[in-house]
């Protein structure tokens, strides 16, 4: 169950309530929680804030993601480039 769902659920919240609050829409955060579409950063601002936190980034990063086996990002780990992955796309754009 995605983490924007649960919280929606432990707050007795419908999606066109939650949609409300984030100006957005009930079809939107359906998508979201369905992993069909990821919040655009505003939006995504938006959910972080009106959820206090409970529903960050990192719950929308795909769950075959490299990071961690769920999807999260373990203590450390960044999205950034490497120095490795630095130097491969120079390697294969020279």
């Known amino acids: 169950m995605h ?3 649960k ?7 419908t999606q066109e309530a939650f949609a409300e ?5 009930q079809e939107s955060v359906s998508r979201y929680i ?3 579409r990821t919040p655009r950063r505003d ?3 938006r959910i972080i804030a009106a959820t206090d936190g409970d529903v960050t980034a990192n719950d929308f990063l795909p769950r075959d993601a490299s990071p961690g086996a769920s999807g999260r ?5 960044s999205l950034a480039p490497t120095n490795d992955d630095a130097e491969a796309e ?4 020279s």
């Open 3 to 5: 983490a924007l769902e």
């Open 7 to 13: 919280f929606l659920i432990s707050r007795g919240l």
């Open 21 to 25: 609050l984030i100006g957005s829409t």
């Open 34 to 36: 369905s992993g069909e």
């Open 43 to 45: 939006v995504m601002v």
């Open 73 to 77: 990002l373990a203590a450390g780990e």
């Open 90 to 93: 120079a390697t294969t754009c």
